[in-house]
Structure formats: C-alpha cells, structure tokens
C-alpha cells in the first residue's frame, strides 16, 4: 500500500493524523528538522561541557533530582530510567494508539527543543515506516510527569528491548526491529528523559476519540432521525427558526443535518395528534448540539496539543538555556478528556431513552415492538441491556481529572489522570456505537411495523442493512444481531465528507 508522506512544518489535520492511524500516512523527515534537531543537541552538550548541573540530564530524576550524576554513568541514567519506568500493566493499547503515539513523538521532537540526537528520532520514525508497534499496557501513566510508563515500553523496543506486533506476530523487541533491517540505539544523556517525557500517550487517545466521535455526531442524527420517524414524531423541533434564536453552532448542524435526512419524508410534519414529543425526540438538536460543541473544543485541544513540546527540561538553542518546567503535565488534556467523554456518554444515554420510547406501545406501535406481545417478548431485553450500557458509561464519565495522588516522594504532588480519562473515554465511545447500534435496529423495526414513511435516504441504508440483517419474525438471539447493527453503522461508508464535522 501506498502511504502519503506528511511534512512536518505542516500543521496536520484530523484526517492526517486519521491516516497515520491506519497506517496510510508516513511522516517525511526533512534537513531543517535535522539541522534544527542537531543544533539543539550541540547546545545541551556545550551546556554539559561547562560543568551545569541540569535535571534528568546529569541528576537523577523525581525526589532524586538533587543527586549528581557522574560523567561515565549519563548513558547508564538514561538506560536505567527506561527500563525501571516500564511498570505497566493492564490491557494492551490497539494499533491505531501506538502509531499515534510514536507520530505525536517525532512531531515533538524534530520541534527541536528536547536536546535528542538526530538518529534517535530517525529510529522513532522508522518503527512507524515499518510498523513496528511497540506493546504498550493501557495502565501505568498518571498523566504528570509525561506519560512515563507507556512511553517508556515504547522506548523499550527501540533499544531492542521490550516487545512488538510486526504484522501478525509479538515479537522480542531485537528481532522485531532485525526482521526489518533495522538496529538498537544507544541513549546518550538525557534521550532517555525526552523521550518518555510528554503527554502523548493520553494525546493519542484523545486524537482517536477525536476521529471516531466525528462519525458518532453523523451516526446519533441519523439514527435519531429514523427512530423520530418510527414513533411518528413532529417536525417541528427542527424548524431553522428555533435555533436562530438560540444560536448555539452544534445545535443548528443538528437541526439541519435531521431536516436534511428526513427531507422528503411524508411523514416529517409539524403537525401531530399528540401535539408535543419527549425530549429524548423533542430535544435532539439541544443534546446532540451541546455534545457536537463540546467535541469541537475537545478537538481543538487535541490538535493544539498535537503541534507542542511537552518534555522536560527544554533546550532553548538561540540563547543556550536549558529550562527545567512543567509542560509534561497534563491537565489541559484530562479536562477536555473528560469533557468529551461526559458528552458522548450523552449520546448514548438519550439514544436508550428513545429506545426505551420505540417499546412502550404507543403511537400505533405494539409493546416491546413484538409481533405478538405476551407470546413474545420483542426487543423487551434489547433496553435492559442497553440501560446497563448507559449506566456504566455513567460510572466511567465521573471525572478523572478531579483526582490526584502523590507520588515520588512528594516532589511529583499533584497528577491530572489524564491517562485514566483517556482509557475511560475510548470504553464510553466503544458502548456509545452499541447504544447506537441497539437504537437503530428499534427504529427499523418500528418503521417496518408501522410503515410510516422515513424519506429516500433513511430508506436506502435500511434497506442496505436488510441485505446484510435481513428482518426475522418473532423472537430471535438478540446478542448477533446487535453486533450486526453496530458494525453496520461503524463501517458503512459516510460519502460526503462534509458531514464530518461538529459544528
């Protein structure tokens, strides 16, 4: 496969780092990133020359800052700080995470402010030219002092240690990077640090979230569009009108985005017998619009992140300072973090409340949408185990960032869990698409039972997903078709781009 090659003075898109996701992108190192790399590193190693004592470079590190580090032992520090800060456990991170991750790092580090040699970031780079995906456990970072622990079982592999997906096989990290040609580095003074130093473990979760969320804002209109049309809802909650006069952007696209869907639907009129819907229909452009606004910032934040150096210390090459600070903290990421994930457990939650509206019988519809309630229990369960979904995502939406744990011995006292709202918030996303998916087959199957009239283009993917779940009468195993329906609306293509978009 061909892969497109991103420069590195360009500031990337979504879509880019969408590509350096899948592994259809490559980043292009260039010589003024080497030069500008190569001059900062002369400045660090003048700096240590004359005698200055920097942290992480020539101290330890944490509560052992105040130690001194002979000169014989600076590669020792740097190799020992990896090694004893590869403590993660947990799950591991998919692929798409890790190519992120080493992206978001050479980014960084060819900015020219870590003090790194050059051929440390032309091996970064070659792990991501020839996939080699280092294994990274989800659970070790507090999200402070850079995402130490998953950074540092990233470095492990380019020291020919560790462990790496090559293809379809785990390998050693040495015959990982032997089976592509490829050779260990050696980490001079303070490579070690700069390397592990840095927020883009959580940033990669947030980058990816950023991706997907793009398609569940589509997703949760359309399939709220269907689901409107199914419990014979009025049209007259999206009249442009209302949200000009509440002029919140998210809540506007919504709006237009289910007029757009429904436009030449019959059944889409103002006017109903039962004069008013429930908000969970009612209120749709207000609660989808505030979670597309809030995702629009998260986005944002993200990208912003994705152009900064945040290792520590900061080598400053026109005027030779080296400068100890606190960019690798990261709150400013577990914030937003948890504010996208508070918003997309919202649009999972009031998707089950529609759900929940499409089973209680009314508007022509028979309870639990079944053929022949009593005999058949219809999609009765189908809302309990959608309401279990809500409710975890609600536990997972409580605040990482609120909490905070000592550690190294009180020098490293305040963390912002980023890492932790990181982790919570791609478990939300993934039940947000099965909440998504449970609605959409509760809106097909109300369509179908009350023959009311979606429009040509809700029509059409109905129909797509009845070549691939084709309708069944009476009860049936419920769990298959679930995953059906959520694969459906994760893999069939959004053709108009313009749709990805949050405001």
């Given at each position: 496969?061909k892969?497109?090659?991103?420069?590195?003075?360009?500031?990337?898109?979504?879509?880019?780092?969408e590509?350096?996701?899948?592994?259809?992108a490559?980043?292009a190192?260039?010589?003024d990133?080497q030069?500008?790399?190569?001059?900062?590193?002369?400045?660090?190693?003048d700096r240590m020359?004359?005698?200055?004592?920097?942290?992480?470079?020539?101290?330890?590190?944490?509560?052992?800052?105040?130690?001194?580090i002979?000169d014989?032992?600076?590669s020792?520090?740097?190799v020992n700080?990896?090694?004893?800060?590869a403590a993660?456990?947990?799950?591991?991170?998919?692929?798409e995470l890790?190519?992120?991750?080493?992206?978001?790092?050479?980014?960084?580090?060819?900015q020219?402010y870590?003090?790194?040699?050059?051929?440390?970031v032309?091996?970064?780079?070659?792990?991501?030219?020839?996939?080699?995906?280092?294994?990274?456990?989800s659970m070790g970072?507090l999200g402070?002092s850079?995402?130490?622990?998953?950074l540092s079982h990233?470095?492990?592999?380019?020291?020919?240690e560790?462990e790496a997906?090559?293809?379809?096989?785990?390998?050693?990290g040495?015959?990982?990077?032997a089976?592509?040609?490829?050779?260990?580095i050696?980490?001079?003074?303070?490579e070690?640090?700069?390397?592990?130093?840095?927020?883009?473990f959580?940033?990669?979760?947030?980058?990816?979230?950023?991706i997907?969320?793009?398609r569940?804002?589509?997703w949760?209109?359309?399939v709220?569009?269907?689901?409107?049309?199914?419990?014979?809802?009025?049209?007259a909650?999206?009249?442009?009108?209302?949200?000009?006069?509440?002029p919140?952007?998210?809540?506007?696209l919504?709006a237009?985005r289910?007029r757009?869907?429904?436009?030449?639907?019959?059944?889409?009129?103002?006017v109903?017998e039962?004069?008013q819907?429930?908000?969970?229909?009612?209120c749709?452009?207000?609660?989808?619009?505030?979670?597309n606004?809030?995702?629009?910032?998260?986005?944002?934040?993200?990208?912003?992140e994705?152009e900064?150096?945040t290792?520590n210390?900061?080598?400053?090459t026109?005027?030779?300072?080296?400068i100890?600070?606190?960019?690798?903290?990261?709150?400013?990421l577990?914030?937003a973090l948890?504010?996208?994930?508070m918003?997309?457990?919202?649009w999972?939650s009031?998707?089950e409340?529609r759900?929940?509206q499409?089973?209680?019988?009314?508007?022509?519809?028979?309870?639990?949408?079944?053929?022949?309630?009593g005999?058949?229990s219809g999609?009765?369960?189908?809302?309990?185990?959608?309401?279990?979904?809500?409710?975890r995502?609600?536990?997972?939406?409580?605040?990482s960032?609120?909490?905070?744990?000592?550690?190294?011995?009180?020098?490293?006292?305040?963390?912002?869990?980023?890492?932790?709202?990181?982790?919570?918030?791609?478990?939300v996303l993934?039940?947000?698409?099965?909440?998504?998916?449970?609605?959409?087959?509760?809106a097909?199957?109300a369509l179908e039972?009350?023959?009311?009239?979606?429009?040509?283009?809700v029509?059409?993917?109905?129909?797509?997903?009845?070549?691939k779940?084709?309708?069944?009468k009476?009860?049936?195993i419920?769990?298959?078709?679930?995953?059906a329906?959520?694969?459906?609306?994760?893999?069939t293509?959004i053709?108009?781009?313009?749709f990805l978009?949050?405001?």
């Amino acid at each position: 496969m061909k892969r497109i090659a991103l420069a590195l003075h360009q500031t990337w898109s979504l879509n880019d780092w969408e590509s350096l996701a899948l592994g259809k992108a490559r980043i292009a190192l260039d010589p003024d990133s080497q030069s500008r790399v190569e001059a900062n590193r002369r400045v660090l190693l003048d700096r240590m020359a004359q005698g200055h004592t920097m942290y992480g470079i020539n101290t330890g590190f944490g509560s052992l800052c105040t130690t001194r580090i002979a000169d014989d032992e600076l590669s020792a520090l740097q190799v020992n700080l990896i090694r004893s800060h590869a403590a993660g456990t947990g799950p591991l991170v998919g692929p798409e995470l890790v190519r992120l991750m080493l992206a978001c790092k050479v980014k960084a580090l060819c900015q020219g402010y870590s003090g790194v040699e050059w051929r440390t970031v032309e091996a970064f780079n070659a792990l991501l030219d020839h996939d080699i995906l280092p294994s990274v456990p989800s659970m070790g970072s507090l999200g402070a002092s850079g995402d130490l622990a998953p950074l540092s079982h990233l470095t492990l592999v380019a020291m020919g240690e560790g462990e790496a997906l090559v293809g379809n096989y785990r390998l050693p990290g040495a015959e990982a990077l032997a089976s592509k040609g490829l050779k260990p580095i050696s980490l001079g003074a303070k490579e070690g640090l700069a390397l592990i130093n840095g927020t883009q473990f959580m940033l990669a979760h947030g980058v990816w979230a950023a991706i997907q969320t793009q398609r569940i804002a589509y997703w949760a209109d359309l399939v709220a569009s269907a689901s409107l049309m199914g419990f014979d809802g009025s049209s007259a909650p999206f009249d442009p009108r209302i949200h000009q006069v509440r002029p919140h952007a998210g809540q506007a696209l919504v709006a237009a985005r289910v007029r757009d869907f429904l436009q030449d639907s019959a059944d889409f009129q103002p006017v109903k017998e039962h004069v008013q819907d429930p908000y969970s229909f009612r209120c749709v452009p207000q609660v989808h619009g505030a979670s597309n606004d809030v995702w629009q910032h998260v986005t944002e934040v993200m990208l912003r992140e994705a152009e900064a150096v945040t290792d520590n210390p900061n080598v400053f090459t026109e005027d030779g300072d080296v400068i100890s600070a606190g960019n690798f903290h990261g709150q400013p990421l577990a914030l937003a973090l948890d504010y996208g994930k508070m918003a997309l457990c919202e649009w999972g939650s009031i998707s089950e409340r529609r759900l929940n509206q499409l089973c209680l019988g009314k508007r022509g519809l028979k309870p639990f949408l079944a053929l022949n309630p009593g005999t058949e229990s219809g999609l009765m369960i189908l809302q309990y185990s959608a309401a279990s979904l809500v409710s975890r995502n609600k536990v997972l939406s409580h605040p990482s960032s609120t909490d905070s744990i000592d550690s190294s011995a009180g020098q490293e006292d305040h963390v912002s869990m980023g890492s932790i709202a990181g982790v919570h918030l791609l478990e939300v996303l993934g039940r947000t698409w099965t909440l998504l998916g449970m609605e959409w087959m509760a809106a097909v199957q109300a369509l179908e039972q009350s023959g009311r009239a979606p429009g040509s283009f809700v029509a059409s993917l109905i129909a797509a997903y009845r070549e691939k779940v084709p309708a069944v009468k009476g009860d049936r195993i419920i769990s298959t078709e679930i995953e059906a329906a959520t694969d459906f609306l994760q893999n069939t293509p959004i053709e108009d781009p313009e749709f990805l978009r949050f405001a």
